[in-house]
């Protein structure tokens, strides 16, 4: 698209809110729980911020997911562009009506009084967003970036939660309804506290996902309870694509959310790092998967940065940062794995790897991820914040290993450096995200 014709259309976007001045179209939500064409980030309302969703879509600037895509592609065709927009445009100006794009049945006993449960009493009905697992007798605990949960209501107006960190304070997201674009940001409190996920709901069915925004080693969450008006859904249904992830400062969104340079930002990266939004999470999103993310700045594949010897192989067996309980691979399989490590390893100091105990780890690790996940695709990658000797290594011995077995890939990704450290920015993640879909889509989904 001409930035000529982008900047047009944003104009007329912008126009468009003026003359609406908060005047927009509503679905009505008696029995019947209706969504209209589109109303991308499913607030039952079609209005300029749907059309704005969709031009930031059409030019790459972010991605839409299947649901928000079905209801920006007026035709169907499977192009959303700037068109689709001006058509939501002309419809929150009544130039146009509204189109139904879904209507979905309420059941008409739902009790929507106010009610409190914890989290262990509905885990059947909530779906576990990574290393998710039980926390004694009423909790759940996830540890790593981008973990948590998924739950369906149907309910009207407020949902808060409960919950406490074990350790620093950090940053709780919260999606609703699908919104990936608007993602409520949270600042947790230094013991337990009520939070609210969503204000004033209108009444139908509403999905509440709630994540873990920084590292492992950061700082973990412990969800008690969630409170709503109304009833439990069924479960969110899970992606049919999963894909795991191990890395370091990078995997984990270190200092992502703050320009490089910016005096103290290595001292708050609790609030400007983001295990969510980083390139796995662009990816997983973009190819509608479920993911999980095993990542620890200065963690790498045998040596730390600056030296020692912590190292991710040590930890991705299990589900807390603390060590004490197995992961289950059996129970959890996954389709693909994604290994970005080594960074940290060329600058380890009088620890540094040789290249031959390098490439053996890279060998190593593989057999066991191959003992893990027996069916799935093994994705080496570097380069995000450049690629040191040792990186350098992994193309090769990653070349040798597909001699025998198929199944495992290497590609590098671009480099980014405008994040805190020389670390990649949000805008170069999302890049890389988009470099890393391709090459799945590609190399590993097309023929299946």
Same mark, same amino acid.
């Given at each position: ?88 445009? +002309? ?22 009084? +106010? ?93 509440? +996902? ?70 796995? =999470? ?25 030296? =020692? ?49 390098? +490439? ?58 405008? =994040? ?29």
């Amino acid at each position: 698209m001409k930035k000529t014709r982008f900047t047009k259309i944003i104009a007329l976007c912008l126009s468009a809110a003026l003359l609406l001045s908060g005047m927009v179209f509503s679905a009505s939500a008696a029995e019947t729980a209706v969504r209209y064409w589109g109303d991308v980030n499913n607030d039952q309302k079609v209005n300029s911020q749907d059309a704005l969703m969709i031009l930031k879509h059409a030019v790459e600037i972010t991605e839409l997911t299947d649901e928000q895509k079905a209801a920006a592609d007026y035709d169907g065709g499977g192009i959303i562009n700037s068109a689709d927009a001006l058509v939501v445009l +002309k419809m929150a100006v009544e130039i146009l009506p509204l189109e139904e794009l879904t209507s979905e049945e309420v059941p008409g006993d739902v009790d929507y009084s +106010k009610k409190t449960v914890t989290m262990q009493s509905i885990e059947s009905q909530i779906r576990l967003l990574g290393r998710t697992v039980a926390e004694g007798k009423d909790s759940i605990r996830f540890d790593w970036a981008a973990s948590g949960f998924e739950i369906a209501l149907y309910c009207q107006g407020d949902v808060t939660f409960n919950m406490r960190p074990d350790g620093k304070i950090g940053r709780i997201g919260v999606v609703v309804d699908g919104d990936e674009e608007h993602i409520k940001m949270i600042t947790t409190e230094s013991d337990d506290h009520e939070y609210t996920a969503a204000e004033d709901l209108p009444k139908g069915k509403h999905t509440i +996902k709630i994540v873990k925004i920084q590292e492992a080693k950061e700082g973990c969450a412990v969800m008690n309870s969630i409170t709503f008006s109304g009833e439990l859904a069924e479960r969110p249904a899970d992606k049919e694509l999963k894909i795991e992830f191990y890395g370091d400062s990078i995997t984990s969104g270190y200092g992502s959310e703050e320009p490089r340079g910016t005096a103290g930002g290595n001292s708050r990266l609790n609030l400007n790092s983001n295990g969510y939004t980083t390139y796995a =999470g662009v990816a997983a999103r973009a190819l509608d998967a479920d993911f999980s993310v095993i990542s620890a700045s200065g963690y790498g594949l045998i040596a730390s940065f600056s030296g =020692g010897h912590f190292n991710i192989p040590d930890v991705s067996g299990y589900s807390d940062w603390a060590g004490k309980q197995t992961w289950d691979f059996k129970n959890n399989p996954v389709d693909i794995v994604v290994v970005n490590l080594g960074t940290n390893d060329g600058n380890a100091g009088a620890d540094k790897p040789t290249p031959t105990e390098f +490439k053996a780890k890279v060998v190593d690790f593989t057999e066991e991820l191959r003992g893990r996940y027996p069916d799935a695709s093994i994705i080496w990658v570097s380069g995000m914040m450049g690629s040191n000797s040792l990186q350098k290594t992994i193309s090769g011995t990653v070349t040798e290993i597909n001699k025998t077995d198929a199944n495992v890939y290497y590609t590098s990704l671009p480099i980014g450096s405008n =994040g805190v450290d020389g670390h990649p920015s949000t805008t170069e993640q999302a890049f890389a995200g988009r470099r890393l879909t391709q090459f799945i889509e590609k190399n590993i989904l097309q023929d299946k």
